[in-house]
C-alpha cells in the first residue's frame, strides 16, 4: 500500500513557508490555526500517513519563536457546547489544550473569549474563572453585519471596540477548541 501522506515532507515545507511568510511580512504575524494541533485522529483515519500529531509537531521546531493564542466562543460556554470525540465541554477543552501546549513547552498565556456581551453571565464566569488561572483574558464582541459590513468592521464600533492583546513573540499562532470560535476575526482585529 502506497503511503498517503508524508510527515516530514509536511513538517520540513510547512516549517520552511512559515518562515519565509515571516521574513515577507516583516514583523508580528498572527496564523490561524483551525482543527485539531494534536489529535486529529479522524485526518489520521483518512489519510494514510497522517499522524494525529502532525501540526504540533511542525510548530515544535519552531515553539521557542511561537506564542499561541487561544479562542473561545462565549456562545459555545452559554450553549455548553461540547466536543463530540471527547464529550467534554468547550471550557474544559480550552484547559485541556492549554495545559497540552504548555506541557510541550509552549508559551501560552492569553485567552480571547469572543462574541461576548453583557447577557453572556456563563461566559462571563468563565472569564474569572480563566485569570484566577492566572491567564490574561481579552473580550471581543459581536460585530453587526460581520463579516460584509467592511466600514462598521474596520471602525471603532467594530473591531476598534474590541480588547487589544498584547504579545510578546512575532509569531503568534491562533486556536480554539472548535470551529467558530472567532479565530479569524482575532487575528484581523489584532
Not at 519565509?20 to 508580528?28: A, D, L, Q, V
Not at 494534536?38 to 483515519?45: L, P, Q
Not at 471527547?86 to 485541556?96: A, G, K, M, V
Amino acid at each position: 500500500m502506497r503511503k498517503g501522506f508524508d510527515r516530514e515532507k509536511y513538517i520540513a515545507m510547512q516549517s520552511a513557508h512559515i518562515s519565509r511568510r515571516r521574513t515577507e511580512i516583516g514583523g508580528k504575524l498572527y496564523l490561524e490555526m483551525g482543527g485539531k494541533l494534536f489529535d486529529d485522529n479522524h485526518a489520521s483515519r483518512v489519510l494514510p500517513g497522517f499522524t494525529p500529531d502532525n501540526k504540533i509537531a511542525m510548530l515544535e521546531q519552531i515553539k521557542d519563536e511561537i506564542e499561541i493564542l487561544v479562542c473561545l466562543n462565549a456562545k459555545d460556554v452559554e450553549r455548553q457546547k461540547k466536543r463530540a470525540d471527547l464529550q467534554i465541554s468547550y471550557e474544559d477543552d480550552l484547559l485541556r489544550l492549554i495545559d497540552v501546549f504548555r506541557e510541550r513547552g509552549f508559551l501560552v498565556e492569553n485567552v480571547v473569549v469572543t462574541q461576548i456581551s453583557a447577557e453572556n453571565h456563563m461566559a462571563h464566569a468563565v472569564s474569572d474563572r480563566l485569570e484566577r488561572l492566572g491567564l490574561n483574558v481579552f473580550h471581543h464582541h459581536s460585530i453587526p453585519g460581520y463579516p460584509s459590513a467592511t466600514k462598521r468592521i474596520v471602525s471603532e464600533e467594530g473591531f476598534g471596540s474590541n480588547d487589544y492583546v498584547p504579545t510578546s513573540r512575532d509569531l503568534v499562532i491562533v486556536t480554539a477548541p472548535g470551529s467558530g470560535s472567532g479565530k479569524l476575526a482575532t487575528c484581523l482585529s489584532q
